[in-house]
């Protein structure tokens, strides 16, 4: 395994509890919904503007109708994430919310790829994966008590 990668993946982690908080805000201050929309557009804008830079000709237009319906998930459930985690935040603060999230991220990661979905490699689950759950459960315990 590459550690750049782990390091590019463990940014994109803590980049994720910080926009969480910075959704919660928004969120309160705009209502959630109003909150998610503004972040989507800012985000379409965002890589529309590297689109513009970054993108060297061809056309992904062409392989559009070729693509599984179910691909095109992503944005709604972006959506469906922003709100959530701007929502669990507000409740029950950014650090408990974060541990609910990487627990059922991991548990839902793990599942794609022991059953190969989504045309990942299928990798199996190990009595080492299953022990490392239940202490992710534990941990999980522990950080959540009062």
Not at 1 to 22: D, K, N, R, T
Not at 58 to 69: A, K, Q, R, T, W
Not at 89 to 96: C, D, L, P, R, V
Request: net charge positive; charged share 10%; aromatic share 12%.
């Amino acid at each position: 395994m590459s550690i750049i990668f782990l390091l590019i993946a463990g940014l994109a982690g803590a980049l994720m509890a910080v926009q969480g908080c910075l959704n919660s805000y928004l969120g309160e201050k705009l209502g959630l919904i109003p909150a998610a929309f503004s972040v989507q557009l800012l985000g379409t804008l965002t890589v529309g503007g590297l689109l513009l830079l970054f993108f060297k000709g061809g056309s992904f237009l062409g392989v559009v109708g070729e693509i599984p319906y179910y691909y095109w998930l992503g944005g709604p459930i972006g959506v469906a994430i922003i709100y959530g985690v701007a929502v669990a935040i507000s409740k029950i603060g950014a650090g408990n919310a974060t541990t609910g999230i990487i627990f059922f991220q991991l548990l839902t990661a793990y599942l794609i790829d022991h059953f190969g979905l989504f045309k990942q490699e299928a990798v199996p689950f190990t009595g080492g994966k299953i022990i490392g759950i239940l202490l992710m459960v534990g941990g999980a315990f522990l950080l959540l008590r009062r």
